[in-house]
């Protein structure tokens, strides 16, 4: 299943209502084996160290018990404890996730990194005993139990555990892990839920996420009988804490260009494409003026103002000439790059790299009024389009672990094993007709109100129009290396890339209204409601720095 915000549609590549549910998820690997990487110091190491502790990333399991499925389309979901962990390390929790998907995840485990001092804590301690959660005994599956550690004072637990008997678990089982090498927690995914019998259970990540976070996801999850909300702080357990300020596991740049080369997507434009992305420079070199004075702008952007923050004194346009205009407009694709930030995510246990991609021209939109499609005129046209798609990496293995599919003001994760690969590691990312945004396959995305099967077409599909971004991109950024990487002028504008537009959208509206079905015929006035505020003006876009998740995390 993916889940794309924004009022997207689901995306589903799970097992149909006809298939027989798998007793036991099979492994999931990715398409090929791994290169070997350059040199470095600590990434794709097997360990990370932490400050105080080492952690390890254990991904072999046994299974403990298996739900019966939630709502009546899911599945079950079931419950695993780590195996093979490494003499003298401790896992720190259990891992669970539904039946349907293939088995993906990981568990923590850790062990002090140097000897303590006899005065000082241990930074591991077991837990002084255990707090029956919820239970439930059934003659499908047998009984399941769900224990929430308690930890000694000072100390926190890491996750709730399970096992198939009454009895209270050793504490042996786990580790607690010290407060102060600890980050709060939050709910994220809920995946399941027993209404009959209150109980649900939630994956679990830091609060703090972003690259200056230290939060460290330990893959555990919790579960609990009261009601509880996605990105909701969790009291009872917490997530770890990278005390290690040289952050060792991040790739050095010539790991950096390896990744990438070995996992660089191809990204494919719809076959209609009339907007086409292109270089900065060919951007630049080509006519975009500098407004309010409407100046040219060097190749490199070294005339742009630089630094400071979004006040609106500056932005960029087309020329007036309609010729030069309308060359500017379609783009170039043989120019055309992909600019690159590298950065730490998840206390730097795993590498972001963010993969941003310029347009000169976002088209206009295609509206979806029920069995009826409306191509428009104007509405959702603005210049300077700027897009972006992340793949996240594991640092104890360089292991492709999600990625992040960017859709205008909004996106999702996607888990590797849902992912479509076209060559080798590599996978496909497919970019929407008109507006660019990015999906993982093929197909029609509804932005807006997919209830009522209203809203902007997102078309993505297959075509000749392709951008290797193996071999055609630019590292711009990566601040972590703290120096090697020299950002190009233009990244430093922080202003707008293209004017503000408002459009005169009452005539396009009236030809909407006369389409409604009079079961969803609001008013004028509640049209708004129905599609998304792009329709009705485009703000000047900013550039990739001024974007939220240049600093922090992806949304969702």
Known sequence: ?????????????????????????????????????????????????LGELEVVKITKFHKLWTSDSSHKKSKGVAFYRAEEVPQGFHSLGHYCQPTDKPLRGYILAARASKPAKTDDPPPLKKPVGYTLVWSVNTEKNGGGYFWLPNPPAGYKAMGVIVTDKPKEPETEEVRCVREDLTESCETSEMILSKKSNPFSVWT?????????????????????????SSHETVRDIACLK???????????????????????????????????PSSVQWFFKNGALLYPQGKPISSTGSNLPSGGSNDLEFWIDLPEEEEAKSNLKKGNLESAELYVHVKPALGGTFTDIV???FCPFNGPATLKIGLFTLPMTRIGEHVGDWEHFTFRVCNFSGELWQMFFSQHSGGGWVDASEIEFVKGNKPAVYSSKHGHASFPHPGMYLQGLSKFGIGVRNDVAKSEYVVESSERYVVVA?????????????LQYMREWGPVIEYDSGSEISKIMDL???????????????????L?????????????????????
């Open 1 to 49: 299943m993916f889940w794309f915000g924004c009022d997207c549609f689901y995306w589903s590549r799970g097992f149909s209502e006809l298939d027989s549910e798998p007793s036991e998820p099979k492994p999931f690997s990715l398409p090929s084996p791994l290169p070997r990487w350059p040199q470095g110091k600590g990434f794709a190491n097997g360990r990370i160290n």
């Open 204 to 228: 679990i990540q830091p609060c703090e996420r972003g690259m200056r976070s230290q939060g460290v996801s330990v893959g555990t999850f919790f579960s609990c009988t009261y009601e509880l």
């Open 242 to 276: 990278n005390l290690d300020p040289t952050l060792h596991a991040m790739p050095n740049l010539n790991q950096v260009h390896a990744v990438i080369k070995h996992y660089g997507p191809t990204v494919y434009f719809h076959p209609e494409e009339t907007y086409m």
């Open 355 to 357: 993969m941003w991609i």
């Open 478 to 490: 990566a601040e972590y290396l703290g120096g090697g990487v020299d950002e190009p002028c233009w």
């Open 516 to 534: 409604l079905p009079l079961v969803v015929r609001f008013s004028v006035e509640n049209i708004v409601d129905l599609f998304p505020v792009a």
């Open 536 to 556: 009705y003006g485009e703000e000047g876009p900013t550039g990739p720095k001024e974007k939220d998740n240049w600093e922090g995390d992806e949304l969702c």
